[in-house]
């Protein structure tokens, strides 16, 4: 798989990493070899996609173009004419490098300091998730009840999911995924009304973590203290 995306006045496009392959597809080391004599490189955790960044000039579409049977054939193994599907996604993801952040200072934190993890709850209400839905729920269904279940807690209540950012989402579903926008605000009262046993922050990427019934309850008890103080 490819994806070709216009960025900051240049073309990026993407190669899939092996992390995201079935084992019979992974890449060895002559295949990735040949990726980066076409330029791309691995940005980050192996979890994330090859990448290079060409100008937007008519020879690197062309150039694009050329090369997508070598990269098939030659680096996915992939025999025959491959489907090639355009997408255009015009949507503004949200981000929260604010959240991303904290939860980075939490993961170094080896002293459990308290005002770290504070500032870090903090900005989880104030973020805003990009939350997946689950296709086979209906358009009619309540906003909690389409959100998409993992599936991966022995209780059987579900495990949902948020994410700080559209690249957090594509590493655990490389292809994207349909989601809403929900600010954390509100967010944790749905999860909340669900009686999930837990809440998933960027399942399968570089910086996430996860959250408990009990800490969800705390999320929304201070949600439900800031309206009462502030009258929203």
Not at 4 to 19: L, N, P, W, Y
Not at 194 to 217: C, S
């Amino acid at each position: 798989m490819l994806t070709v995306a216009r960025h900051d006045g240049r073309v990026v496009q993407e190669a899939i990493t092996s992390a995201s392959l079935p084992p019979e597809l992974k890449l060895s080391s002559e295949r990735g070899q040949l990726l980066r004599d076409m330029g791309f490189k691995k940005r980050g955790s192996s979890r994330r996609n090859w990448t290079r960044a060409l100008e937007r000039a008519p020879s690197n579409v062309e150039r694009i173009a050329e090369e997508l049977d070598d990269i098939f054939t030659r680096v996915y193994g992939i025999d025959g004419q491959p489907d090639i599907n355009l997408v255009r996604d015009q949507r503004v993801h949200p981000e929260n490098v604010d959240l991303v952040d904290a939860m980075r200072k939490v993961a170094k934190d080896r002293a459990f300091d308290e005002d770290t993890r504070r500032g870090m709850y903090t900005r989880m209400l104030n973020a805003t998730f990009l939350v997946p839905l689950d296709p086979e729920v209906g358009d009619d269904a309540d906003e909690a009840d389409a959100f998409f279940d993992l599936k991966d807690h022995p209780s059987g209540r579900p495990t949902l999911a948020g994410f700080s950012d559209w690249d957090s989402l594509r590493l655990w579903q490389p292809r994207g995924w349909d989601y809403v926008p929900v600010h954390g605000s509100e967010l944790f009262e749905l999860v909340q009304e669900r009686n999930a046993a837990t809440f998933k922050i960027n399942p399968g990427g570089d910086i996430g973590g996860e959250l408990y019934a009990h800490e969800v309850e705390m999320l929304v008890n201070a949600v439900h203290t800031f309206r009462r103080k502030h009258g929203n």
